[in-house]
Nanobody, 117 residues
């Protein structure tokens, strides 16, 4: 089970930190990541982190977003800085994806992020 939290309304240029708590998987060995889906658009890859803490990001968020993990808390995080309106979307946690962004089968319920003044 994957449970996201931390979404909300933020002004352009602001920051948010999303969390995804995992259970029922061998977390420390699992590649974990984030996707997002904006209204009227397909779900897209955002960021991934392996069990060895290798990371990869979509070009649109490189330099602004940082993915991290805490293997004690079985949680991953997405620190989002310098947010722009185009980052508005429902953000989903995913388990089992690969470094190139092909998703795994386990999804969270999503958390809404709205970037607006």
């Amino acid at each position: 089970q994957l449970v996201e939290s931390g979404g909300g309304l933020v002004q352009p240029g602001g920051s948010l930190r999303l969390s995804c708590a995992a259970s029922g998987i061998i977390f420390r060995l699992s590649t974990m990541g984030w996707y997002r889906q904006a209204p009227g658009k397909q779900r897209e890859f955002v960021a991934v982190i392996t069990g060895d803490e290798l990371t990869n990001y979509a070009d649109s968020v490189k330099g602004r977003f940082t993915i991290s993990r805490d293997n004690v808390k079985n949680t991953i995080y997405l620190q989002m800085n310098s947010l722009v309106p185009e980052d508005t979307a429902v953000y989903y946690c995913n388990a089992g994806l690969n470094l190139q962004g092909r998703p795994g089968v386990a999804w969270g319920q999503g958390t809404q992020v709205i970037v607006s003044s």
